[in-house]
């Protein structure tokens, strides 16, 4: 599966963006989804991932009550929605794609080694 990012920007802290990322092939139904994110000279950290099924979500504390993540499996597509945003949320976003058809269906992986597509990214800033 082939994936693009798009929706990144700069907003004023206390803003809000929306996050999408579509998914090109088929399946996409098939496929738990992934949000990570990289800010300069750290390391790609999870953010938030949705299970194929879309019943099941997963968030980095950081980000609970503020992010919320979803799956349109009509659109292949998957959206971050970002509320309440400070500063620190400022880095390039990136999804990511696992295929969990033979794992469970509320299988929302957490690392970056779980995932084996990944699209490019996206870059969100924040300012204070």
């Known amino acids: 599966v082939q994936l693009q990012a798009s929706g990144g920007g700069l907003v004023q802290a206390g803003g809000y963006l929306r996050l999408s990322c579509a998914a090109s092939?088929?399946?996409?139904?098939?496929?738990?989804m992934g949000w990570f994110r990289q800010a300069p000279g750290r390391e790609r950290e999870f953010v938030s991932a949705?299970?194929?099924?879309?019943?099941?979500?997963n968030y980095i504390d950081s980000v609970k009550g503020r992010f919320s993540i979803s799956k349109d499996n009509a659109k292949n597509t998957v959206y971050l929605q970002m509320n309440r945003l400070k500063p620190e949320d400022t880095a390039a976003y990136y999804c990511?794609?696992?295929?969990?058809?033979?794992?469970?269906?509320?299988?929302?992986?957490?690392?970056?080694?779980?995932?084996?597509?990944w699209g490019q990214g996206t870059q969100v800033t924040v300012s204070s």
């Open positions: 949705i299970s194929r099924s879309g019943d099941s979500t």
């Open positions: 092939g088929r399946a996409f139904n098939s496929y738990a």
């Open positions: 990511a794609a696992r295929n969990t058809y033979y794992i469970s269906s509320t299988y929302a992986p957490r690392t970056k080694s779980d995932y084996n597509s």
